[in-house]
Each structure stands twice: as C-alpha cells, then as structure tokens.
C-alpha cells in the first residue's frame, strides 16, 4: 500500500475511521473516543479491560474484565490519540496506562491492515524492535542471579571472538587506525551500550558502520536485511571482526550489544535465546503472544508495519514527517510466520499491549507477577540505577533520536531518568524507558507506581513526535 497525496490521506483517514465505527457499532457500542458507564463490559477494538489480577498483575487476555471510569483528564489522552490516527500521522495506535496494577486508559484506535481495512484491536500483536531489549537483559540478569557470570567480567570468558578487539581512531573506511582495546568488553558495557560496538544504520565520522554493512552484520531485520540470516553464534562472530567505535566504557553509542546478550544467554544456559525466553520469562509471565514469530492460528491479529515515504528516494533513517509523504508498506510480515534462523535480542520480538504490560508491572512489583518470581527484588532496583558516571550527554550523546539526553542515564538495559530538569520534560527522578523502530514505547514509573505501553507500526519511530507528548498527557491523568 501506497498512500502518497493530500486526497489519498483523506481517504485513508475516512477508511480509518469507518472500519473503527463499524467495528464499535456491530458489538453495540455506542461511543467511539471514550466515554462509558462503568457497568459496560464490552469486547471490541477501542475500549477494552486487559483485566487485573489480585496482585495487579494485567491478564495475558485482554478481553477479560470490565472497563473501569475513564476520568476527563484522560480524555484528553484518547483524544490525542485519536487525532493522531485522524490526521494520518500514524496508521494505528493501541495505548495503556496503569497505575498501582489498575488500568487508567486502555484504548485501540485506527487499522491494523490498511489494505484489508481491518481495525487494530487490544490483542493485536505488534512488532516491538527495540523494546525486546529489555525483555533480553532481564533473562540474562536471570543467569546472573544464579551465579553464572559477573557484571564486571569479559565476555571473552564466554564467547572467545571478542577478546583482542581493536578500536577505530583515526583514518576512514575501509582504511582505519587502529589500537588495541584499552579494556575488554564487559557484561556491563554490553547492557549499557557502552562496548564501542556499533548498527549498520547509524553512521559515525569514520565509517565503522561501513563494515557493519559490507560484511551483513545485521541481526534484527528492519524490512530490509537477509531473510536466511547465519545463525546467532555466526553473526556474533562477525560482529566481533569489526573494530569499535571507541574504548569499552569511554562513551555511549546505541549498537547490537544486546544481540551479544542473547547468544551469552545461549551459552550460558545450554539452551537456544527462544527457548529460555519461553520457559524463564514468557511462560512464568503469563505473555502468551510474545515470541519471534506468530502462529499460524493468530496471523490474522497480526498488524501491518509501516514506512514512512521518503522524498525524492532519500535514503536518511532519520526524517521529519510530511503529511504529503504518507505510509507505505514495510515489509510482508513473511519473516514472522516461523521462527527465524536467528533470534534476535535486539529487536526480534513481537508482543501485544496485555502481554508487555505483564512484563512492565512485573518490573513495578520488582521481580514477581501473580506470586511468580522471575528477578529477585535486589536485581531489578540494581537494574533501574544508572549505571553511567554522568549521564549520556556525558558520554558523548546529547541528543538521541531528536530528544535530549542531558539528564538521562542508562541503567542495565534501558534509559534512567536522573535529573528531570535537565531532560526537560516532566517525570519521575528513576523512571526507565525504552522504545522500538517502529514507533512503539515504554515507561515505568516506580515513584508513581505507573507502567505505559504505547503501540503502533510506523518506522523509523523518529518520524512522528510522540513520546514526549505522550508522557505529558499520562502525568496529567494521575491523581
């Protein structure tokens, strides 16, 4: 699908609409942006109750429960939401909020597939990318606790490739200066992006990223990698041939470390990344739909991912949004109907709003979920620290994604927030958040006990302003 003129958004935004009215109106809804009576239990795409459990954990299914009082000021949420769908800036949204384990917005707007005209539901099953990060670094602090490794310890222990790693400093691609690593990549460095490893996509002065993309090191596929990737333990071989950007600990670069994180789990654990996912996190967790590809019985929940079209063939990761530039199609979804040769920790997964917001209350209740421990509560208060001497305008990012990034730290996977004024946006001192390519994002607020989960499927997630603006409408819900 290509949707390209002023006339054809129109369009778009009218089938948008419709097929959400349709979907309202056939369940006997009588409202489409929010308002209800607490005594409704309804089953449909815009309003729904993932359902609480008794320690305020959120139900894997989304269709259970009834749907609580939605207050004025979280009105005003779904109805920025829905102007976001609206106005074509995005082709689907689908947000909660919780506080202290109850639900305060839970709300579904726009298509899930433009072309078919189907509307996005509360269960659909979404491309995460980048938010299987923190999914990735909790397994392996999971191995930490049992005493496999520490923090502080050289990866070259376990996987041998990574040992006599050498550092770009000088020259340019394909003709580097090159030194030997000052320090040896750590645990650490590897979850907190401070390694000097590196993404194809991000250019940097001296063309590190030019080797990235000669020799295919790519482990999460944007749309646009190999479809029969090497398996996990070959492309980390690869990887570790490349020099880096910087000396492990010196400075913050956003990379494919937590794709090393997921072949470590590997090998710590003698099992494959998919399968100790499953059984130490997904199955413990109740995240029923969270996996590296979608069965069969449930790719018709499956939303479609979205590009933003680029002027003039322009081929920057990086653009401001045009109205006139509209969606185009990312990818088929072909690579999600099995489970991929290569499993990757740094955005391989997909997931829906009732399962990730499992994961993110689990965090809140530091380490258990319906009496199921997964992380001692020592770990994940470690976990949320910075682990930065500074923040990451200190080390070398002041600016990330359009956002600043004085005032944000970085703890052992996923930003920190430790001096709100700095960053210039209102939240709590220990938030942590993350986010995916496709436009998706998280928080979780232990001040304020509040987890958000925000999802739709629009690439690159710099395309459209929403994180910011997002958080700034939760905070006014809360009392």
């Known amino acids: 699908v290509t949707i390209n003129k002023p006339h054809d958004l129109d369009l778009h935004n009218v089938r948008i609409m419709i097929a959400v009215a349709v979907a309202l109106l056939a369940k006997g809804v009588s409202w489409l942006f929010g308002t209800h009576n607490t005594s409704d239990t309804v089953k449909d795409s815009s309003i729904n109750d993932c359902g609480m459990t008794s320690d305020g954990g959120v139900n894997s299914s989304v269709n259970a429960g009834s749907v609580p009082t939605m207050s004025p000021r979280a009105q005003f949420l779904v109805d920025w939401?829905?102007?976001?769908?609206?106005?074509?800036?995005?082709?689907?949204?689908?947000?909660?909020?919780?506080?202290?384990?109850?639900?305060?917005?839970?709300?579904?707007?726009?298509?899930?597939?433009?072309?078919a005209n189907a509307p996005v539901e509360l269960d659909t099953i979404f491309r995460i990318y980048s938010m299987t990060k923190p999914v990735a670094s909790v397994a392996l602090m999971i191995l930490y606790e049992r005493g496999?490794?520490?923090?502080?310890?050289?990866?070259?222990?376990?996987?041998?490739?990574?040992?006599?790693?050498?550092?770009?400093?000088?020259?340019?691609?394909?003709?580097?200066?090159?030194?030997?690593?000052?320090?040896?990549?750590?645990?650490?460095?590897?979850?907190?992006?401070?390694?000097?490893?590196?993404?194809?996509?991000?250019?940097?002065k001296l063309g590190v990223n030019k080797v990235y993309q000669q020799h295919a090191i790519s482990f999460a596929n944007l749309g646009d990698g190999d479809p029969n990737p090497p398996p996990l333990d070959e492309m980390c071989s690869r990887l570790a041939g490349a020099p880096l950007l910087f000396h492990p600990g010196t400075q913050w670069a956003y990379s494919n470390a937590t794709d090393v994180v997921g072949h470590l789990i590997e090998v710590l654990s003698g099992k494959t990344f998919a399968e100790f996912?499953?059984?130490?996190?997904?199955?413990?967790?109740?995240?029923?739909?969270?996996?590296?590809?979608?069965?069969?019985?449930?790719?018709e929940r499956f939303a479609q991912c979205y590009s933003i079209n680029r002027p003039k063939g322009g081929t920057e990761l990086f653009v401001q949004h045009d109205p006139e530039m509209g969606f185009s199609l990312n990818d088929s979804g072909e690579m999600y109907h099995s489970l991929p040769t290569l499993c990757s920790g740094g955005g391989g997964l997909v997931s829906t709003l009732g399962d990730?917001?499992?994961?993110?209350?689990?965090?809140?209740?530091?380490?258990?979920?319906?009496?199921?421990?997964?992380?001692?509560?020592?770990?994940?208060?470690?976990?949320?620290?910075?682990?930065?001497?500074?923040?990451?305008?200190?080390?070398?990012?002041?600016?990330?994604?359009?956002?600043?990034?004085?005032?944000?730290?970085?703890?052992?996977?996923?930003?920190?927030?430790?001096?709100?004024?700095?960053?210039?946006?209102?939240?709590?001192?220990?938030?942590?958040?993350?986010?995916?390519?496709?436009?998706?994002?998280?928080?979780?607020?232990?001040?304020?006990?509040?987890?958000?989960?925000?999802?739709?499927?629009?690439?690159?997630?710099?395309?459209?302003?929403?994180?910011?603006?997002?958080?700034?409408?939760?905070?006014?819900?809360?009392?």
Request: hydrophobic share 40%; charged share 20%; glycine share 10%.
């Open 81 to 115: 939401v829905n102007d976001l769908v609206a106005s074509g800036k995005i082709p689907m949204a689908v947000v909660g909020v919780y506080q202290r384990g109850k639900p305060l917005v839970q709300h579904a707007v726009g298509l899930k597939d433009v072309d």
């Open 148 to 204: 496999l490794f520490q923090l502080d310890e050289p990866i070259s222990n376990f996987l041998p490739d990574f040992k006599d790693m050498k550092v770009a400093v000088g020259g340019q691609y394909p003709n580097f200066e090159l030194e030997p690593a000052k320090t040896q990549i750590t645990f650490q460095h590897l979850l907190t992006h401070t390694s000097g490893l590196t993404y194809k996509f991000i250019n940097d």
């Open 277 to 299: 996912l499953d059984e130490e996190v997904f199955g413990p967790l109740g995240m029923v739909d969270t996996g590296f590809f979608v069965p069969k019985d449930k790719l």
């Open 356 to 479: 990730y917001s499992r994961f993110c209350q689990m965090l809140l209740n530091k380490g258990q979920l319906d009496g199921t421990r997964v992380l001692g509560r020592k770990t994940v208060e470690y976990m949320m620290r910075n682990h930065l001497d500074g923040d990451m305008a200190d080390y070398g990012m002041p600016s990330w994604l359009g956002m600043n990034r004085h005032g944000v730290g970085f703890g052992l996977g996923w930003a920190v927030a430790v001096d709100p004024c700095k960053i210039g946006s209102c939240c709590s001192d220990g938030e942590v958040s993350w986010g995916g390519a496709a436009s998706t994002a998280f928080w979780i607020d232990p001040v304020e006990q509040v987890a958000c989960v925000f999802l739709t499927q629009l690439i690159p997630s710099s395309a459209i302003p929403i994180r910011r603006p997002l958080r700034a409408l939760v905070n006014a819900c809360l009392e």
